[in-house]
């Protein structure tokens, strides 16, 4: 059973320009939630996605948007990159409500 | 607020030592907690999942235990190795129609050959 894939595995961009990750989960799990990953801030919780809808959001600006399609794959936006959006990106999927969490690699931003 | 606190921040063992990593969190009514293994640079890998209803988990080495009266969890490594060196999370799941996880500050342990 294929595990959550996340593209790409690294990216670098440039201050002020937009960048779109990808997570596909794992076969068959509906619920996809994405985190920030930072040295000063740890693990943070940006956004989740189940059948399509948004459920919850964290606490983030709104350059950050994402969105979930039919087949549950879903990719978050950050527009107007700055700095301190470099970061690692993480995506996790899951059955339904509160039940168990796999995470993808993740995908490394750099922002310069 | 919901925090989720971990202590040690790091720790140092010689191989084939058993250790305690603990995790505290300040609201207890968790739903579930999950601990987590993360590499350095990669995603993080699901150890073990204990339901609110549960005082514990076992998985190979691995204990998970909970008490959710005193806001606390710890994670048991039994006769560690040089490949259980890693960054250990624990993330708690407060319930609702969310899957939304609080992650603690992680335990960066490294046992020495």
């Known amino acids: 059973k294929a595990g959550v894939t996340q593209t790409p595995r690294y990216l670098i961009k440039t201050r002020g320009q937009q960048v779109t990750l990808s997570c596909s989960p794992i076969?068959?799990?509906?619920?996809v939630s994405w985190y920030q990953q930072t040295p000063g801030q740890g693990l943070q919780f940006l956004f989740e996605y189940f059948s399509e809808t948004q459920r919850n959001k964290g606490n983030f600006p709104g350059r950050f948007s994402g969105r979930q399609f039919s087949n549950s794959r879903s990719e978050m936006n950050v527009s107007t990159l700055e700095l301190g959006d470099s970061a690692l990106y993480l995506c996790?999927?899951?059955?339904?409500?509160?039940?168990?969490?796999?995470f993808g690699q993740g995908t490394r931003l750099t922002v310069v | 607020k919901q925090e989720v606190t971990q202590i040690p921040a790091a720790l140092s063992v010689p191989e084939g030592e058993n250790l305690v990593l603990n995790c505290s969190f300040t609201?207890?009514?968790?739903?579930?907690l999950q601990w987590f293994r993360q590499d350095p640079g990669k995603g993080l890998t699901s150890l073990l999942l204990?339901?609110?209803?549960?005082r514990e988990q076992t998985s190979g080495r691995l204990n998970a235990s909970l008490d959710k009266s005193s806001g606390r969890s710890t994670l048991y490594i039994a006769a560690s190795q040089p490949g259980d060196s890693a960054t250990y999370l624990c993330a708690v799941d407060y319930g609702g129609a969310t899957n939304k996880l609080i992650f603690g500050t992680g335990t960066l342990l490294a046992v020495q050959p």
């Open positions: 609201d207890s009514a968790i739903y579930n």
């Open positions: 076969s068959g799990h509906r619920s």
């Open positions: 996790a999927s899951s059955l339904e409500w509160n039940t168990e969490a796999f």
């Open positions: 204990i339901q609110s209803s549960q």
